[in-house]
Structure formats: C-alpha cells, structure tokens
Nanobody, 126 residues
Framework: QVQLVESGGGLVQAGGSLRLSCAAS????????KGWFRQVPGKEREFVAA????????YYADSVKDRFTISRDNAKNTVYLQMNSLKPEDTAVYYC???????????????????WGQGTQVTVSS
C-alpha cells in the first residue's frame, strides 16, 4: 500500500507562491494516476488538479487554472503542485491522492482515489 507524505504548505500573502510536494513510498508511483484536492472546514473535499500516469494529460479546476501547475519527478517518486498568484480563497488543507490505475474517471471525484496523504495547510493572507 503506497504512503503519501505532503510538504510545503505554510502562510503566504496574497499574490505569493508556494510549491507543495507529495512523496510516495512506492517505486511504481510513476504508474499511478495522481491528484490534488483541498478542503476547508465544513465543506466537501474539492478537486484542484490531476495528472495521468504518463504525465501526458493534466486537468485543473476552473478556479485554479492558469495559476496552479501539477508536475512530477518519477526519479523521486514525487508529485508537485506549484501555486502562483495565490488568493485568500485558496486557503485550505491540501491533500495529494493517487490511484494505481492508468486512468480514473471522473478524475475530479475524490472517491476514485484510494490513497491519500495527511494533508498540508495552506493559508493565504489578504
């Protein structure tokens, strides 16, 4: 069973940037479908970004498109979320997720991802 560990969260001013990392324990992580979700108290976990196992397809929520970028480093078994032009409404706990399949559908549904990290807090001040 793959274990995921996020890092890189913190406090940043509006307009700033952060890069989240998610390191996996599994060497075959490169074969996994990968996603990032976020959650604020009292709300359902929200889709942020996803990447196909081969890295050829990436998907983003409309609210983060053109500001966030999902990427991977197969040699490090790590997936990243580069977040630029951060807004106060981006404040949330961010989770990485993975599914041991070549494709998932719908990629924006947190129920299709069986593996999750512990989450990392991102706070954007105005």
């Amino acid at each position: 069973q793959v274990q995921l560990v996020e890092s890189g969260g913190g406090l940043v001013q509006a307009g700033g940037s952060l890069r989240l990392s998610c390191a996996a324990s599994e060497r075959t992580f490169s074969m996994y479908y990968k996603g990032w979700f976020r959650q604020v108290p009292g709300k359902e976990r929200e889709f942020v970004a996803a990447m196909s196992w081969n890295g050829l397809s990436s998907y983003y929520a409309d609210s983060v498109k053109d500001r966030f970028t999902i990427s991977r480093d197969n040699a490090k078994n790590t997936v990243y979320l580069q977040m630029n032009s951060l807004k106060p409404e981006d404040t949330a706990v961010y989770y990485c997720a993975a599914a041991p399949r070549s494709s998932v559908w719908p990629y924006y549904d947190f129920n299709v991802y069986p593996y999750w990290g512990q989450g990392t807090q991102v706070t954007v001040s105005s």
